[in-house]
């Protein structure tokens, strides 16, 4: 089984940066892939980043291309989502995300078998 625990959420202003961290446990942490997705109220959930075992790749929303930043520190089995030039569209529940299986299409969040419980982003403008 995998836990993971999300912090860094908050409300900021249009303009503004967070960092959502990601902490993992339950398994190795540095053999798979892992993403971040968001749901805002109403809506259906979206990716926005994902990251490889070793960091080396990374992949982005289009919304977000340019803003944001994934990575990971695989001694401290945390994944990490740099957000700036917030915008108020951004705002949303925030999720990191793992797979079970070593190769997935990192696209849709049906691929994915863990969840943390999410933290709240708000941007206001």
């Known amino acids: 089984q995998v836990q993971l625990v999300e912090s860094g959420g908050g409300m900021v202003q249009a303009g503004g940066s967070l960092r959502l961290s990601c902490a993992a446990s339950?398994?190795?942490?540095?053999?798979?892939?892992m993403g971040w997705f968001r749901q805002a109220s109403g809506k259906e959930r979206e990716f926005v980043a994902h990251?490889?075992?070793?960091?080396?790749?990374?992949l982005y929303a289009d919304s977000v291309k340019g803003r944001f930043t994934i990575s990971r520190d695989n001694a401290k089995n945390t994944v990490y989502l740099q957000m700036n030039s917030l915008k108020s569209e951004d705002t949303a529940v925030y999720y990191c995300?793992?797979?079970?299986?070593?190769?997935?299409?990192?696209?849709?969040?049906?691929?994915?078998?863990?969840w943390g419980q999410g933290t709240q982003v708000t941007v206001s403008s």
């Open positions: 995300a793992a797979p079970s299986r070593r190769s997935i299409s990192p696209f849709r969040a049906s691929n994915y078998d863990y």
């Open positions: 990251i490889s075992w070793s960091g080396d790749s990374t």
């Open positions: 339950g398994r190795t942490f540095s053999s798979y892939t």
